[in-house]
């Protein structure tokens, strides 16, 4: 009797030790203010997230610092599966923009997949006499420093792809930063600003009201969106790709069973047309990885992106 009432209690205590994933809700961490991209499809992908893994995510937007607030808060959260975040090239970047970083962008995190990919789009005022980027390159050299472009703010990714414009076409135009995408965009098309690169879903409306002159896209394919508007490879400026991206990541430590099954859910939902026609909507495809694709894709980011940081002196303010 005491025999079997010791195997009862040892053959319960498995289940009680190692409760089924999620048994919890997961808390998807936001880096960035509501109303942005990342808080955009950050609550795109919840819901059919969720759904795959037979669970609950709850969204936390924890903003500031240019997301270093919220990316610390899920770099010292328990590896259990329960916190996960969603960032884009700020992930890449931060460690070259600020000198002390409380976390590292590959050592802190367990990549659980690439999430969606967009490209930003160079565009002019009506009033710049360039139809194309070799016009627009032409006038920058002819009086270096005149022209001026908007980003929304330093460090963006707006201020970045202009940085790598510059470096790759070897012209000097001057950096106007803004406080957000927003008036950037406005101030390029009251013309206060010679040009900009804002992301795709932004720019869209106003190059199709001709309010915009879209000279090309950032990224070495040409968006179903704007086919008639060359990739900046194909105007002729070699070797340059700048494609907003989002990942999905969970703390280091992470168990390795737990990110493969989320990683496997994420692709289902990534796959599934009713997200990527709303993905579409946004601006952005969907990129599904494995989480070693991920790993070695933002590794690879955070080298190219250290390199041209370092290259244009750039520093966060």
């Not at 609550?43 to 270093?68: F, H, M, T, W, Y």
């Not at 022209?147 to 330093?154: D, N, P």
Request: charged fraction near 20%; charge should be positive.
């Amino acid at each position: 009797m005491l025999r079997s009432l010791l195997f009862l209690a040892l053959a319960f205590s498995g289940p009680l030790a190692a409760q089924p994933f999620p048994s919890q809700p997961i808390r998807l961490i936001a880096p960035f203010p509501p109303g942005g991209s990342v808080d955009i499809m950050a609550r795109l992908i919840a819901d059919p997230l969720a759904q795959q893994l037979n669970g609950k995510i709850v969204i936390e937007n924890r903003s500031g610092a240019s997301g270093n607030i919220g990316m610390e808060l899920a770099a010292r959260a328990k590896p259990d599966g329960y916190t996960i975040v969603l960032n884009t090239i700020p992930l890449a970047t931060n460690q070259a923009l600020f000198d002390k970083l409380s976390w590292d962008p590959v050592k802190d995190f367990a990549p659980i997949g690439m999430v969606a990919t967009a490209p930003h789009v160079l565009v002019v005022p009506p009033k710049v006499k360039a139809n194309s980027v070799a016009d627009l390159v032409k006038l920058a050299r002819a009086s270096p420093g005149r022209l001026t472009y908007a980003s929304a703010g330093v460090g963006t990714t707006f201020h970045l792809c202009g940085e790598m414009f510059k470096d790759s076409t070897s012209t000097f135009i001057l950096h106007v930063p803004y406080r957000g995408g927003g008036p950037a965009l406005l101030d390029t098309l009251g013309g206060q600003v010679d040009m900009s690169f804002p992301t795709l879903s932004a720019a869209l409306p106003h190059v199709k009201s001709g309010n915009l002159r879209a000279l090309a896209v950032t990224d070495t394919q040409r968006s179903s969106l704007l086919p008639d508007v060359p990739t900046l490879r194909e105007a002729g400026v070699e070797n340059f790709q700048f494609t907003q991206w989002l990942a999905l990541l969970a703390p280091a430590g992470t168990p390795k069973d737990i990110v493969g099954r989320m990683n496997a859910a994420l692709r289902d939902t990534l796959n599934s047309k009713e997200v990527r026609d709303k993905f579409g909507q946004q601006g952005f495809d969907a990129f599904v990885t494995t989480p070693e694709e991920a790993g070695k894709f933002i590794a690879a980011e955070v080298q190219r992106f250290g390199k041209l940081i370092k290259t244009r002196k750039i520093t966060a303010e």
